[in-house]
């Protein structure tokens, strides 16, 4: 019979942790479950929102834009800065926007 079995002690009882960094999965998959589908307009929405935007900027009114963004809908409130209309761009207190991402303008 051989004497050289080696005694591990404590680390044979050690837990064996499957899932490294668990906190962060579990918080990613909550972050992607309450992600948001980007809403669908039509066509008249879409032309309403332009029209909107381009009255909003030649009258300097003080608006609120509900726009979508990285799986959230957001709100940003101000006068818009600066309108690019080839690109349907927009400029509204330091954050731009696309005119597609917008989903709602509200006079404040």
């Known amino acids: ?62 608006i609120m834009i509900e726009y979508y963004y990285d799986g959230d809908i957001k709100k940003v409130s101000g006068k818009i800065k600066y309108l690019n209309k080839q690109d349907k761009k927009l400029l509204i207190n330091n954050t731009y926007l696309y005119f597609k991402q917008i989903l709602k303008i509200m006079e404040i």
């Open 1 to 62: 019979m051989n004497n050289d079995v080696i005694d591990r002690g404590i680390i044979k009882w050690q837990p064996f942790n499957s899932c490294f960094n668990s906190e962060e999965v579990i918080k990613d998959l909550k972050i992607k479950k309450e992600r948001k589908i980007f809403p669908t307009l039509s066509e008249d929405q879409i032309n309403l929102i332009s029209e909107e935007i381009l009255t909003a900027y030649n009258l300097k009114l003080n």
